[in-house]
């Protein structure tokens, strides 16, 4: 299964890494790292956040951005994923920062989406939601792995 992860995931990794959010955060990304995705959206929010909330933190944020980009897929906005993005905004009222992570997502083949910001088990065009901070780390584990 390939999964990308959410900008929320890296956040908590970043700013709370001693929290057990911080903690399973740093596990998923672990565990995602060489098959999974990450959308550019997701790496821009990510460093907007952290910009926004440690500003001593964003040379960090910023490296931490290189070193994924290194072993995560970076899922590109084009006019494609821009277009499913729109649809998902009007048919499925998704916010539309969401919707252009996932479409970016899925158009880069991810079927797994590690996110606490929407429903968990949501299944939508082929992906599945999961809450990796309500799910044992044995369960994302073996779900990262199917």
């Not at 899925?106 to 992906?127: C, H, P, V």
């Amino acid at each position: 299964m390939r999964a990308c992860l959410d900008s929320n995931i890296l956040v908590y990794a970043e700013l709370e890494p001693e929290t057990p959010k911080g903690i399973r955060s740093h596990r998923a990304i672990e565990m995602s790292a060489l098959r999974g995705v990450i959308a550019a959206q997701a790496m821009l929010e990510f460093v907007a956040v952290v910009r926004r909330r440690r500003m001593q933190s964003l040379q960090s944020a910023l490296a931490k951005v290189d070193a994924l980009s290194t072993v995560f897929e970076v899922a590109p906005t084009n006019n494609l994923v821009a277009s499913r993005a729109l649809a998902m905004v009007r048919d499925h009222q998704f916010q539309v920062w969401d919707a252009v992570i996932w479409s970016a997502s899925r158009e880069a083949g991810a079927t797994l989406f590690l996110s606490e910001d929407l429903q968990n088990g949501l299944i939508l065009d082929g992906m599945r939601v999961v809450n990796p901070f309500t799910v044992s780390e044995a369960d994302l584990a073996a779900l990262l792995n199917a």
